[in-house]
């Protein structure tokens, strides 16, 4: 199973591993969410690890481990999360787009990384491609998602172009066929950031709540340290 995921996530630039939490850990993690009634924007929840007691112990569990360890080598660990959750009453649509920015702890001018931005309170900045290349995106469903809730749409293959400019997304998405990742709650979708992804508002009145979580295995160039997430 291993070869096979790994193989697809190279070749698709996504793949799903299928029932990974359960229903106890999915209870906990949204009853805690709930219970603190935190408003979650289109932005997101950053860093819902020092909010939430459950994502925290989530983020760590082997659970997770065991599944990066099959994409990345020994020695990783996450350096972003995001709690997303369109509802009824917070929904948006997501243009196409890949994720090229990563979170960092201070702002250092080092060749190859540009574009800062400064993001509730965390300084983001596009390191280089091949940077973004190794990396390893969790998306972990604690909500079922299909398209009457703003399930993600990706560009199967679209990872292995690099970066692309507004006009090749354009032409990208017009062209090629989109894959709609339909998902249960407890499933978890890894993907690279640098597939073209987008997702469009619900008609449903429910929540799709996901755990976005990247993940590394490269030390970047002093004095930049990654934002960690552990």
């Not at 990345?72 to 997303?84: A, Q």
């Not at 009824?88 to 931005?117: C, M, N, R, S, Y």
């Not at 172009?161 to 709650?185: D, F, G, H, V």
């Not at 009145?205 to 160039?221: F, K, M, N, Q």
Request: hydrophobic share 35%; net charge positive; with cysteine.
């Amino acid at each position: 199973m291993t070869n096979s995921l790994t193989g697809e996530l190279q070749k698709y630039g996504y793949t799903f591993c299928r029932g990974v939490l359960d229903n106890f850990t999915l209870k906990e993690i949204t009853q805690e969410i709930e219970a603190q009634n935190y408003k979650v924007t289109r932005a997101g929840i950053r860093n819902p690890k020092i909010r939430f007691h459950s994502i925290k112990k989530l983020i760590l569990s082997p659970a997770l481990q065991s599944i990066t360890h099959q994409f990345l080598p020994d020695k990783i660990f996450p350096v972003r999360s995001i709690l997303f959750d369109k509802s009824a009453d917070t929904d948006w649509g997501v243009p196409w787009h890949q994720d090229l920015t990563i979170a960092v702890q201070e702002k250092h001018e080092v060749p190859g990384f540009g574009a800062w931005t400064f993001k509730d309170k965390i300084q983001h900045v596009q390191p280089p491609v091949e940077i973004m290349e190794r990396m390893v995106t969790l998306r972990i469903h604690l909500d079922d998602t299909d398209e009457t809730n703003g399930a993600l749409r990706v560009i199967p293959k679209s990872h292995r172009n690099k970066r692309y400019s507004s006009k090749a997304i354009t032409e990208e998405t017009s062209q090629c066929p989109e894959y709609l990742c339909k998902a249960k709650a407890g499933d978890v979708l890894i993907m690279k950031p640098l597939i073209l992804h987008s997702s469009k508002k619900g008609i449903a009145t429910g929540h799709r709540r996901i755990l976005h979580v990247e993940y590394s295995a490269d030390e970047l160039p002093s004095p930049l340290n990654w934002l960690h997430d552990s």
